[in-house]
């Protein structure tokens, strides 16, 4: 087993950095949704500066980034992303997909979450509130997610790599309130037809460590946070996670194993955020 977690570990370190495969990224950032979405002003286009520094850095082609900020964001267009990368990627290609948006839980739709709720990314097009006129059709959730990715792992194959970062939020208040106050990304507000519909008791639950499987990429997803808690901007406008994922990865021109740098990110957002309230979730298939 051990032999096994090296070659994972090697592999991933080797497609990250210096290998005849391709590096792609898609940033999604959306800073700002319709007035009349419901959905408060974030630090977004922050983000995709950053990370877009970032992934150049560590020899990504600026050819194969693809950016969605705000009215580029729609459900639509970000699926449709996710299925360009699919045309694309070849056997042993690194993927990088991040999300930097509000969040939102929404009333589960298939019966597959202990807590009756789907995580979902708020895109662009996407209302706060239920309403006959809106069923929650461009919101993206989770269940969504993972249907996208699957072909892209199938097409990178078992030598490729894939990340998802998530600097999104899925259940506190959505509020930006007044200069110095704290900005938080996503909703107290569960997305359902019912009104006041209240979360299943999950205590003690969490969600399942990822399984490799065979002929798929591995899989690494960094959330900023857990699904039922805040998740705070920085101060200096930019989103914890990403700012945190970022100052780690520009320290090193080789990346080291995934739980170093993991956990580095961790005791960065923790440095930044000097609150301890705000626990980042991270899931891997390199083990």
């Given at each position: 087993?051990?032999?096994?977690?090296?070659?994972?570990?090697?592999?991933?370190?080797?497609?990250?950095?210096?290998?005849?495969?391709?590096?792609?990224?898609?940033?999604?950032?959306?800073?700002?949704?319709?007035?009349?979405?419901?959905?408060?002003?974030?630090?977004?286009?922050?983000?995709?500066?950053?990370?877009?520094?970032?992934?150049?850095?560590?020899?990504?082609?600026?050819?194969?980034?693809?950016?969605?900020?705000?009215?580029?964001?729609?459900?639509?267009?970000?699926?449709?992303?996710?299925?360009?990368?699919?045309?694309?990627?070849?056997?042993?290609?690194?993927?990088?997909?991040?999300?930097?948006?509000?969040?939102?839980?929404?009333?589960?739709?298939?019966?597959?979450?202990?807590?009756?709720?789907?995580?979902?990314?708020?895109?662009?097009?996407?209302?706060?509130?239920?309403?006959?006129?809106?069923?929650?059709?461009?919101?993206?959730?989770?269940?969504?997610?993972?249907?996208?990715?699957?072909?892209?792992?199938?097409?990178?194959?078992?030598?490729?790599?894939?990340?998802?970062?998530?600097?999104?939020?899925?259940?506190?208040?959505?509020?930006?309130?007044?200069?110095?106050?704290?900005?938080?990304?996503?909703?107290?507000?569960?997305?359902?037809?019912?009104?006041?519909?209240?979360?299943?008791?999950?205590?003690?639950?969490s969600k399942p460590p990822l399984i490799q499987e065979r002929g798929l990429a591995p899989?690494?997803?960094?959330?900023?946070?857990?699904?039922?808690?805040?998740?705070?901007?920085?101060?200096?406008?930019?989103?914890?996670?990403?700012?945190?994922?970022?100052?780690?990865?520009?320290?090193?021109?080789?990346?080291?194993?995934?739980?170093?740098?993991?956990?580095?990110?961790?005791?960065?957002?923790?440095?930044?955020?000097?609150?301890?309230?705000?626990?980042?979730?991270?899931?891997?298939?390199?083990?």
């Amino acid at each position: 087993m051990k032999t096994i977690k090296y070659i994972l570990i090697g592999l991933f370190m080797f497609h990250l950095y210096g290998y005849a495969g391709e590096k792609r990224a898609l940033i999604v950032a959306i800073a700002l949704y319709p007035e009349h979405s419901g959905w408060k002003p974030i630090n977004a286009d922050n983000d995709a500066t950053i990370l877009l520094n970032t992934l150049k850095k560590k020899g990504f082609s600026e050819r194969n980034i693809t950016v969605l900020r705000d009215s580029m964001a729609t459900k639509q267009q970000i699926t449709a992303a996710f299925q360009s990368l699919e045309e694309v990627a070849e056997s042993g290609d690194f993927v990088f997909i991040h999300f930097s948006t509000h969040g939102q839980q929404m009333e589960d739709d298939d019966g597959d979450e202990p807590d009756g709720l789907d995580e979902a990314i708020v895109c662009y097009d996407a209302q706060m509130f239920y309403s006959p006129e809106y069923e929650g059709e461009n919101h993206l959730r989770d269940d969504e997610i993972d249907v996208l990715l699957l072909p892209i792992r199938k097409k990178l194959g078992e030598t490729g790599n894939v990340i998802v970062s998530l600097d999104a939020c899925h259940s506190e208040s959505t509020t930006r309130g007044e200069e110095g106050e704290e900005v938080v990304r996503g909703t107290a507000v569960v997305f359902s037809p019912n009104p006041g519909y209240i979360r299943k008791n999950t205590d003690g639950i969490s969600k399942p460590p990822l399984i490799q499987e065979r002929g798929l990429a591995p899989i690494t997803e960094l959330a900023a946070s857990e699904s039922n808690k805040p998740n705070y901007e920085y101060k200096e406008g930019y989103g914890s996670l990403t700012y945190a994922l970022c100052a780690v990865w520009d320290k090193y021109d080789i990346l080291p194993e995934y739980d170093v740098w993991s956990e580095e990110i961790k005791q960065k957002m923790n440095e930044i955020l000097q609150r301890p309230v705000q626990t980042p979730v991270f899931r891997t298939t390199l083990k």
